[in-house]
């Protein structure tokens, strides 16, 4: 296996490797490319993500600065958004469902280290993929870790540290983050009131 293949199936790797090397040099141009184009230009902004991502719905928007590692490895469905200083690792596979939010810094995290510090040493590492459902909404400088996968309709409190995964209609905050409410979708109407 490559070391692209050993990333992308959750095996230890070496990021050194020149092909993984190279793949994070393009991301950074296009990166740069993005984050240097003007927040009126939205045609243009959605262009260079759906060229960046691996797969997009036709409406999403995010603020610059923005920052991945690879970019191809990002899924996100339709109507996206990511307010300022977003960092997305997606040393694998990050996939968001419709009408997802993520409010400024938000962090999503793909890539882990070995616990073992001389293996940690020799520069390995692996990652797990990181699925949000429809409808999520991440609060400011919440942090989601490797391997978690989080339901619909799922909103994540600001500061929150997400480090395992939750099912649908959930509010989560703290560190590490815990069920502080249950959401009733069906008392849910389209003034966003509740009865």
Sequence with gaps: MTEQE???SGELYYPSDKLLTALRKQCRQQLDLLNATCQTEHKKRSQLLKTLFGSTGKRLYIESTFKCDYGENIHVGEKFFANFNCVIL????????????LAPQVGIYTATHPI????R???????????????????????INPGVTLGNNVVVASGAVVTKSFGDNVVIGGNPARVIKSIDTRVVHTTGKTS
């Excluded at 997606?90 to 939010?101: E, L, P, Q, S």
């Excluded at 020799?122 to 400088?141: H, R, S």
Aim: hydrophobic share 45%; net charge negative.
């Design 6 to 8: 050993k990333m992308l």
């Design 90 to 101: 997606d040393a694998a596979k990050v996939t968001f469902g419709d009408n997802c939010m």
């Design 116 to 119: 073992d510090p001389i293996q």
């Design 121 to 143: 040493a020799t520069g390995i590492e692996f990652a797990k993929p990181i699925t949000l459902g429809d409808n999520c909404w991440v609060g400011g400088m919440a942090v």
